[in-house]
């Protein structure tokens, strides 16, 4: 029998990169009883971390499922990787959980990944809860590290727990709900409702503050308390679960995931006060231009979300889901609203980690996944009639870093573009584009980090060895004069020979236009079969490139006269001289280079605006304003830069502002090279 809706508690852990959320996510496997130890990140040995990848760089890069069961309930753990350049995972992971738990390291404090996905958690409605890790290697007082939460978090933010000792001496916790502490010098909690003299009169004041911000919520609580009735642990609770399902309030717990202390006291608050998935108003979905909520019913209409995707040494894909509403038996049979095809649920399993367990039945609300589906997608959303629904997940990053990529091996070209499009379909962030002038195929991510990741897959997945190379601008070339020029063909060599003039007029046409041909020819100087070629010429010639080897755009050409013979003419003798006449214009045309502007907007704090505008600037770009952001306290520098100076702008970016600022570019137009600068261009 499969664990009710009501009992099941979806948990993304979120947080900076090595705030320890996958540790925690061993301690509480540890303390469930489902593993006999604690694994390490820095050796390899957790749960989660379960790909090659993540054992060389030691950090999650993918979603990684944990599911435990404490009593009656079941926690999905979704352990999210906290790196920048998978923002995107992180932000699935938030989609599909029913509480975020903000992993906060002690030792550093809130950092900028904290903040943002703080931020898009809140966008997405998703109830929070904040989990202080390292309890036992803080170097602040406590009372700091809460007050920057409660600054860089906001409102709502409630202490639910103080610690017991500092640093190494961190050995237990006090539950201002109940007013016990939970001491680990054992090993195991103890309980036990004498405090601590040394943190008696902070836990006391600690415990009215929450009674009082608590009670605050509900009127018949406030009411009673106002007239002297104590509100029991237990109202306190319903009160917070209700606070923590509306978004309201965002309860705080402490311990240390290697001790491991508080641990299993988070668990049980996680069932206790945590959302359900049928407590919230349900899952976001489109129908055409329609948006409507599918609640989470075990008795609706049967929908799945695909939400991860993953390749496996042993079984191929696997298709990591949610049951959005209905109930999934194994071998039920589903259609995809994206390509309309039937896909069996055969092999369904529960993960953790690398592990699977067999399941005959998901119902509405839980996670599961399934082995060798089709053509399934993440963010694939599936029903069991051809509904059209599709679940509504949040658009994915920017892809803002680029690097063109071919076969380190000739002739693995097709197997390369193959294992590209296996990788593609699991992480949708991923955007492959071909330049036809410049002749590169560019791999387009979040960052540098993630780009390499998806490379070293690829060779250690499909054996496909890949090569890299920075991505080459898309330079052009046009005129800016009108200039008449004569191409002149005269080929003999025995037999029969070639032969055509074509007198030509080019003028400069406004930008992207692209090419424009007509005829003046008059009396029949070429005839008029032929007069087509030497537009042909004219524009196989310009894509060849111009001057400096660019291609050549926005021309127009009239032929005006010119001269055949009626034996060696024809049309390749016409191509050649169309394309002569171009040549012998371009020194006389005013040829200029021109380079893509691209359109850019950066996120950024208001503290950092200044810094960042000064970089666009030694850039080359032209500032053309600034909007307020989605908070008081960031703001969007709007700006024209050429695309040749940010072609390592994500890199450096987050650097220069330590993670805490985000862009976008878009291609704008083209204008001219400043003609200093156009020397030392090179055409690929």
């Not at 961190?170 to 040394?198: C, K, M, N, R, W």
Request: aromatic fraction near 4%; hydrophobic fraction near 40%; charge should be negative.
């Amino acid at each position: 029998m499969g664990v009710p809706t009501g009992r099941i508690r979806n948990v993304a852990l979120v947080g900076h990169s090595g705030n320890g959320k996958t540790s925690l996510v061993e301690a509480m496997l540890f303390r469930a009883g489902l593993i006999q130890r604690l694994g390490r990140v820095e050796d390899g040995t957790t749960v989660t971390d379960a790909d090659p990848e993540e054992h060389r760089r030691t950090q999650s890069l993918d979603l990684g499922m944990a599911p435990l069961e404490i009593g009656d309930h079941r926690i999905n753990l979704i352990d999210t990787p906290g790196y920048a350049d998978f923002v995107d995972d992180a932000a699935i992971g938030l989609a599909v959980a029913d509480l975020a738990v903000f992993v906060i390291d002690a030792t550093a404090g809130v950092q900028p990944d904290d903040v943002l996905q703080w931020r898009t958690a809140a966008r997405m409605g998703v109830p929070r809860m904040v989990f202080i890790n390292k309890m036992d290697r803080a170097r602040d007082p406590f009372e700091v590290i809460l007050a920057d939460i409660r600054a860089r978090f906001g409102q709502g933010v409630e202490l639910i727990e103080l610690p017991i000792g500092e640093q190494a001496a961190f050995h237990g916790v006090a539950d201002l709900l109940t007013e016990h502490v939970f001491l680990y010098d054992s090993g195991q909690a103890e309980e036990s409702d004498a405090i601590p003299p040394e943190i008696a009169e902070a836990e006391h004041a600690a415990h009215e503050q929450l009674v009082e911000d608590v009670v605050a919520t509900e009127d018949d609580l406030l009411e009673r308390y106002l007239e002297g009735e104590e509100p029991t642990a237990e109202e306190l609770e319903r009160a917070l679960h209700d606070g923590v399902d509306a978004g309201e309030v965002f309860p705080v717990l402490v311990g240390s995931a290697t001790g491991p202390v508080g641990v299993d006291r988070l668990m049980e608050f996680i069932c206790h006060v945590g959302p359900a998935p049928a407590d919230l108003p349900g899952a976001p979905v489109r129908i055409g231009e329609e948006q409507m909520v599918v609640p989470a019913d075990p008795d609706g209409p049967l929908v799945v979300l695909a939400f991860a995707t993953r390749s496996d040494d042993y079984v191929g894909q696997i298709t990591t889901f949610k049951v959005l509403s209905g109930t999934l038996h194994a071998d039920d049979v589903l259609i995809n609203s994206r390509t309309g095809d039937k896909e069996r649920f055969h092999g369904v399993v529960r993960l953790r980690g690398a592990d699977h367990e067999p399941v005959s039945t998901v119902q509405a609300g839980d996670i599961a996944a399934a082995t060798k589906l089709g053509d399934v997608r993440t963010g694939d959303t599936l029903c069991d009639t051809a509904r059209g629904w599709q679940a509504l997940l949040p658009d994915p990053p920017a892809a803002v870093h680029g690097v063109a990529i071919h076969a380190a091996s000739t002739g693995e070209e097709d197997k390369l573009f193959a294992a590209l499009g296996k990788v593609m379909a699991e992480d949708r962030s991923l955007v492959l584009e071909r330049n036809d002038e410049t002749h590169q195929t560019v791999l387009w991510g979040t960052g540098e980090m993630q780009i390499q990741v998806v490379l070293d897959r690829i060779a250690r997945r499909y054996g496909v060895s890949v090569e890299t190379e920075p991505v080459r601008i898309a330079y052009r070339e046009t005129i800016t004069r009108t200039v008449t020029a004569e191409g002149k063909h005269k080929k003999q060599s025995g037999g029969r020979g070639q032969f055509a003039i074509a007198e030509v007029r080019f003028e400069p046409l406004p930008q992207g236009t692209g090419f424009s041909f007509d005829s003046a020819v008059v009396g029949g100087a070429i005839p008029k079969g032929l007069i087509p070629a030497v537009g042909a010429g004219i524009e196989e010639s310009m894509a060849r490139g111009g001057l400096h080897g660019f291609p050549l755009v926005d021309v127009s050409a009239t032929v005006l006269d010119g001269k055949y013979h009626s034996v060696d003419s024809d049309e390749m003798s016409f191509k050649v001289a169309g394309s002569i006449a171009l040549r012998e214009a371009l020194p006389q045309a005013g040829v200029v280079v021109l380079e893509p502007i691209s359109h850019v907007e950066v996120t950024v704090p208001v503290e950092l605006q200044g810094e960042v505008m000064g970089d666009l600037q030694q850039r080359r770009g032209q500032l053309t304003g600034t909007e307020q952001g989605d908070t008081h306290d960031e703001v969007v520098i709007v700006a024209q830069v050429p695309t040749a100076e940010i072609v390592r702008y994500a890199v450096d970016l987050r650097s220069a502002t330590h993670g805490r600022a985000r862009f976008t570019a878009v291609h704008d137009r083209y204008d001219p090279v400043p003609p200093h600068l156009v020397e030392g261009l090179v055409a690929g």
